[in-house]
Structure formats: C-alpha cells, structure tokens
C-alpha cells in the first residue's frame, strides 16, 4: 500500500480522499491555488504546496507543476478526485511517465470513454443499445438542418469530450439550432479544449440511472448497486438515491450485468459509472462512462458499508478487490443532495462571498455531511459553486425523504446564497415523493419550485424583536463602561417625554419598506405594521439564536446580521431582509439603461456595437464564471449606446456592462 499520496483537487473531493487515505495510514500532499491558501483541505493535509494563481489553467489544471510537488513531496501515487485531471489521459500518461500511479483506469480507456463518439462506436459493437445521433463535425453545414429532422426534435447539442452537464444545449426546433451549436462550441472549447459536438435525439420522460462498477488487475469485476440521478437541471445532476425506484428487479439486474459487461468491454481497472437512460417501458440507452470516482458515490457508500476511496488506492496499489459480487449487498435507501452557493431565484447564478455563519446538520443517525467550506471561508469566483453534499439514510425511501427534510431545515448558511431551500422544495414535490418525475421534471417545473418564499409578518415581527434585543444589548453594554444605569435613555424600550415609550424602525423586505412600531407591553411588545397587530414575549436570546412566543406560538429562529442585512432562520425557512438605514445601489445616472453584470465573471463574446440597433432577446454578449456561460440579452428593442468592456475582460457583480436605449424612449425623445 502507498505511504504517501498527492490529492489534485480542492474542496470537498480533497477533504473526502484524505479522510479515507488518513484511516489507512497514507500520508497526503494538498496543493492549492492562491485563493485557496487557508482552505479546508489545506488545513487537513498533512502537506500543502501552492501550484499557482487562482485560474485553474495556471493551478489546478498546471500538470507540470502538480507533478512536480508529487515527486518533490515524495508521493508515490495521485488521486485527482473528480473534474479538473480526473479524466484528462494526458495526466494520467503524464503520472506514469513519472513514475507515480494515477488512481483511475488507463490513459487509453480515459481516452475512449472521455471522446463520446468513440464511445458509442465501441459499445454498440459490443452489442449495447446507444442514443440515436451523429457527430456534427462530419455532418455540412447545409445537411445539419435536415440531419435534425431526420432525427427528429427535441435534441440535445452534446460537448463530444464534456461531462458535468457543460457543452450541452437543447434544440425544440429548426430555428434554433445555430446558436445552440454556436453556444456549445464556445462552452465545450472553454471547459474541455475541445469544440467537437454531437447530436443525439433526445429520450423523453426518460430515467438517468447509473450503475458503480469496479474492476481490479486481475480480472476481478463487481457492480455496486445503481443511483437514480432523475433529478436534473439542465443536465446536471441536483438529487440522487439508491436503490433507484420505479424500475422492475428485471431492468434492474440487467442494468447491473450490461454495466460489468462494458467494464470487462474495456479492460477497465478502478471506479468507474455506467449511465444509462430508462425508458417508461425499461428500454435503455448507454450514456457515458465517467472514468473517475462520481460526485454521488456516498450514496452507494451509505447502502453498502462500503469505502469507494479506499477501494480505489486498494486497487490502484495493485491488491484485488475487498468483496466479491456475492458479498456486497444493499441495504435499506440512501438520498444525497448537493449544496451550492447559488441562487435559485435569479436563474441560479453563482453566489460568491464570506460565510459570515454555517451550522451543518448533526451527522448522525443516518446523517452525513461531506464539505469543504467552514464558517469564515470565502467563496470565489474561480471555481465550480458546489460547496458540500447531504446524504441521507433510512430503511426504506421514505424514512429517508423525511431524514433529508429534517437535515435540510437544521442547514444554515449566511452571507451567501445557497440552494437549500430549492432543494427543500425537490424534497417535499408530490413527484418525487412517488418517483414519477423524469430528467426533464425539474426543467419543466421551474418556475413552481424556484418561486421565492413569500416573508411573512410574524417573520417581520422576529426580526424586528431581535434588533430592538440586539440594540439593548449593546447598550448594557455602554452602560457597563461608565454609561448611567438608571437613565430611561439606556432601557432600549422606546423612552419618549410625555408620550408612550415606543420603538419605530423600518425593514425592507423584498423590495417593500415596512414601517414596525413596538410598544413595550410586560416582558414584551405589541407590534404594529400595515394594520396587522401582534404581540410577542422574549423567552431568550443566546447568541444569534432567539426564543419567543408570538400570538401565543412558540418560536425558535436564528438571525445573523450580516452585509446590510438580516438572514434569518425558522421552521426551516430562510429569508434575507436588508437593512434600509445602510447603503443602498443608486440610480445609473447619465441617461439611457446599464445592463449590469449579474455575476463576476470574464467577457467571453461581444456580439454588438456602439450604435447598432438590436431586437429584444438578441444576444449582446456573453459573460463566463464558474465554467459556465451567461448571455446579456437585450430587454427590449433599441439601440445599444455604448459597450463598456472588451472582450477578455474582466468584471465584478454590478458593474455595468452595456449602455442601451429603448426603442419607446427613443421615439418619445424624438417627440
């Protein structure tokens, strides 16, 4: 076994190997780029190394560097977790070429497996049903259209080397096929080095299901069970379980036999995911092979017993596999979820900031939390936005859909935006609680599930008690450095001269200005707002996390001031509300409309200048951050005045990018 391994990744993928390597006596190397400097997995590593700045090409992608602290740090194997080197044969060839073990199948079977093309030739020759496409690069220009309606509509634009959903595009229609191609070129160029495409027809109401495989040197193959992966969003995977519901035990175990057919196919050695696409009828497709350790294999993990990490350094150490087929068994269900900094409300645009708190579920009784953030950590613009994953177990699904719910409302994060309450909402649909929904469920329901959450007035009424709490307990304060105890100016109750003590203060939550005014009552307040009155008593503030009764109801939330705002926690809700008193974004000023970017992020395309008159929806540019792409379209017809940064560039959240006129304010100008 390896005394000493390199981990070529960050984030929790980082932290999960060097749990599993820190159990088995491996010693392991971290490298990191320089934002990452005071990460989670630097800190766990028994070494760290910085490899570069923060672009991934320059750090976490620099094979030549990481490489070199592999050999310089004395490792002698290197586990590149999932993404980034994971299912690059050029890494994997680099490593051997150096004398130190790559823990992932062959360069040539990352080849085969990573180009989808090549793919699907060798597993419909080994007699495995494929999607029905073709490659668009040996397809004219002038055939595509026809091409596509031979196959018939809707389709998908597919990255020939993508992965993780990136590259891909849906086309409903004729019409907009050359922007979908154009779109995931750009895409697949950027994320892959590679532009080549296919098009395949899309498999309506279909299920993702994917089996874990394994396979040693010597021979020895086993499957792991499936996942259901169903629940996607634009093609990128949000929820997955195991056992996968809704299929008969026959698709099932032959699911499981074509899995380990195509890995004895390949002469697979390592962890390896078949993905197939379930018909309603249990007709299935081959997808892909991902040659690497998936991000959702605790969920296998947790029905097993078993270690995925440790089998794969058993295996790439040489030693045969721990279980033969006969010895694995499923037990009971497991759910994971995954928890990303982003915004579910504003299409789902990355969240970047400083978790001012985090408080994670206990991990117990079937609870497991897989993360790389602590509370005080920044989070970047540079990388992929996922943070952590929830996993769940129970006896059966529905004891673990309701563990899930619980670990989801004990789930708090401030001062970025995350997904949890997205998640909340997948956890509780009526389809997924029978298991009737398909990949194209949460797509096709999007609006229901992302609707925000409205703020209620006894929402208003906790916050509004916690800052006139929070208030008198900064006075106490005062008073305790030499402030006068006994003035009625120091209660922190309203005091007024020759009226009723009153506390008025002004909240603005989702873009309305509520005025609330508290008169202290007893050991508590009425409250007054938009002619609904209230009364609340305090039972305690501790911290950030207050106890009161309200209309008689007992009460329990957390409130974190943060950011010029307030983020509030209870009965598994969570709700932002700024503070009107502070800064507030003004006016754009110098007439005309500023397009502004909705996230930091790098001009990748302009397609307009100063001066040209445009339709609404047209394209105007395309921003990228966090390896995906977002276009500025323009709001209406008009004219575009002036475009404020070049290709290349790079621009912060807010910054206005494009100066636009509308066609209606230009003919009342004129007028």
């Not at 490298?31 to 005071?38: A, C, F, L, N, Q």
């Not at 069970?225 to 169903?230: G, L, T, Y």
């Not at 598994?572 to 006016?587: A, I, M």
Request: some cysteine; aromatic content about 6%.
């Amino acid at each position: 076994m390896f005394k000493k391994i390199l981990i070529a990744n960050r984030g929790e993928i980082a932290c999960r190997i060097i749990y599993s390597a820190r159990k088995m006596g491996i010693a392991t190397v971290a490298v990191y780029s320089e934002p990452d400097s005071s990460a989670l997995h630097v800190e766990l590593a028994d070494e760290a190394y910085c490899i570069g700045p923060a672009a991934a090409t320059l750090s976490y992608l620099n094979q030549q560097e990481i490489l070199r602290v592999a050999k310089a740090a004395g490792a002698e194997a290197i586990h590149p977790g999932y993404g980034f080197l994971s299912e690059n044969p050029e890494f994997a060839l680099a490593c051997k070429a150096a004398g130190l073990i790559f823990v992932g199948p062959s360069p040539d079977v990352i080849t085969s497996m990573g180009i989808k093309s090549r793919a699907r030739d060798i597993m419909e020759q080994a007699g495995i049903p494929v999607i029905p496409g073709c490659y668009i690069d040996e397809v004219p220009d002038s055939e595509l259209e026809g091409k596509g309606e031979g196959l018939g509509y809707p389709l998908l634009i597919k990255a020939d080397r993508g992965g993780g959903g990136k590259g891909i595009r849906l086309v409903n229609a004729t019409e907009e096929m050359n922007e979908a191609i154009a779109a995931a070129r750009r895409e697949a160029a950027g994320a892959f080095g590679d532009a080549s495409l296919l098009m395949e027809k899309q498999i309506v109401n279909a299920r993702h299901v994917e089996v874990q495989i394994f396979r040693d040197i010597h021979g020895n193959a086993v499957h792991l069970f499936e996942r259901d992966c169903s629940l996607q969003r634009r093609h990128q995977k949000i929820l997955e379980e195991s056992p996968a519901p809704g299929i008969s035990e026959r698709i099932r175990q032959k699911l499981h036999r074509t899995a380990v057919a195509a890995a004895e196919t390949l002469g697979y050695v390592g962890a390896g995911t078949v993905e197939f696409l379930v018909e309603p009828d249990g007709e299935f497709y081959f997808l892909e092979i991902n040659t690497r350790l998936q991000v959702e294999h605790p969920v296998t993990e947790m029905i097993t017993g078993q270690d995925l990490v440790a089998w794969q350094l058993l295996v790439a150490a040489g030693e045969p596999l721990p279980l033969g087929q006969e010895e694995l068994e499923c037990k009971g269900h497991a759910i994971e979820v995954r928890v990303y900094a982003e915004d579910p409300v504003r299409n789902f645009l990355p969240s970047t900031g400083t978790i001012h708190y985090l408080r994670q579920p206990m991990t117990a009784d079937g609870v497991r939390v897989d993360s790389g953030v602590r509370q005080g950590d920044m989070v970047t613009p540079f990388y992929d936005p996922m943070l952590a994953k929830l996993i769940v177990w129970g006896e059966d699904r529905h004891e673990a859909i309701l563990r899930l719910l619980a670990a989801l409302a004990e789930y708090h994060f401030a001062g970025i935006t995350v997904n949890i309450g997205f998640l909340r909402r997948l956890a509780v649909d009526p389809a997924f609680s029978a298991a009737t929904h398909t990949t194209r469920y949460v797509d096709e329901h999007l609006d229901e599930l992302t609707r925000p959450e409205p703020i209620t007035d006894e929402t208003l009424a906790i916050v509004a008690l916690y800052r006139v709490l929070e208030n008198q307990r900064m006075l106490y304060q005062q008073v305790g450095s030499g402030g006068d105890p006994y003035s009625p100016w120091n209660s922190g109750k309203g005091f007024r001269v020759n009226e009723s003590d009153r506390i008025e203060m002004q909240l603005l939550s989702q873009g309305e200005m509520v005025t609330v005014h508290m008169y202290p009552v007893g050991d508590g307040y009425r409250l007054e707002m938009a002619g609904v009155v209230m009364t609340v008593t305090v039972v305690e503030l501790h911290g950030a996390k207050l106890r009161c009764r309200l209309q008689g109801k007992n009460v329990a939330a957390t409130l974190v001031t943060h950011d010029e705002q307030i983020t509030v926690f209870c009965a598994g809700n969570t709700f932002h509300l700024l503070l009107p008193d502070l800064g507030r974004v003004g006016s754009d000023g110098g007439g005309g409309n500023s397009l502004r970017a909705p996230i930091p992020g790098k001009v990748t395309e302009l397609f307009v200048e100063a001066g040209d008159t445009v339709r609404q929806g047209d394209q105007l540019l395309v921003l990228e951050a966090m390896k995906m792409e977002y276009a500025i379209r323009a709001p209406a017809d008009g004219t575009v005045i002036s475009i404020l940064y070049r290709q290349g560039d790079s621009v912060q959240e807010k910054d206005r990018l494009v100066e636009f006129q509308p066609l209606e304010e230009k003919n009342d100008a004129a007028a």
